[in-house]
């Protein structure tokens, strides 16, 4: 099991200069596909309880929110059901939850179903796919934002209010645009992305951990097709079109730099890591620009290749191959 937070990760743009190739996506036949994928709202058990002792026999029914939700917490059981206890019964807290359910809606609707759709798709492209249950909890931000294993998601609400929540998470302004409804969903699937996301473990180039990150975003635009790029990637609108016009200028500066076969920790993650802009090449250029480039390589390739299906892009290990066979160069798309 492994827990993931969403920190690595709004709208449709009517013209495809914003997007990274999305029309040539394979379509998918979902009509055959039955699965069952059940959710528990255990934020509306943990709210009825009326006692200390109610909130522990509540964590003790489901021993992984202890274990896993709450793994990063350095309190005992007793301590983490009192402190629970407590949020649940503070005025102003009680108000921010009624809230969440407004902004969140409703969570088969928002979430539940896209998630099922999702799934449905994963399972066509891989029949062994497991089903993970789903539960929805909110704890005052005392979890973590996603928690996600083979069989398991557990999904901290609190952290998704967006904008107009009376609390947000404790985090980088830049930070907080992901903190939305929104990017629920396409954030679980590039998770999901993990287990059929081959890499060589000898190649530890930049290169590598680009085109890791681009098969991973690539999978979930074709596993989730109406979601916009921005929701992919984790850009703004503003800075999608700006790096996308960009493109040329800062290919040509990792070409310089000799960036692409930088196998340097501490050099890698200037580039891989989120931040608030890419300093080394100007300020106007956001974080992570790597994973961005690693996306259009990655979607390039997928053109120039219409014959390769989401199964065998994903069991590539050679990122070398990738970038080769895509062509590309840092140029737009050529029909634009």
Known sequence: MI????????????????SCKTDRKQEVDTSSVHINVTSENLDQALFKCKSVQEVQTFLKKYPSLTKFYFADTSVDSSQLAAHLFNISQNPDFQTFRTQLDSLIGDRQTEIVAPLTDAFKRIKVHYPGFIIPKIQFIVTGFTGT????????????????????????????????????????????????????????????????DMIGYGKGYEFVKQILPNVPDSLVVGYSEENLRRTYNSQQQIWSYFIASKLLYEKSDLKKRKFIEERPFTTEIGEKVPGAIARWLGWRITSKFMASNPDITLVQLMDIDNAGRILQDSGYKGEPDEDE
Request: with cysteine; charged share 20%.
């Open 145 to 208: 934002d996603l928690y996600i294993s083979d069989s398991l998601i557990v999904i901290g609400l609190d952290y998704f209010g967006g904008p107009k929540a009376l609390y947000r998470p404790n985090v980088f302004d830049y930070q907080l645009r992901r903190y939305q409804k929104e990017y629920i969903v396409p954030s679980i699937i590039f998770f999901e992305s993990n287990h059929f996301n081959r890499m060589n473990p000898g190649d530890q180039s930049l290169l590598s």
């Open 3 to 18: 827990l993931f937070r969403i920190l690595s990760v709004i709208c449709f743009f009517s013209i495809t200069l914003l």
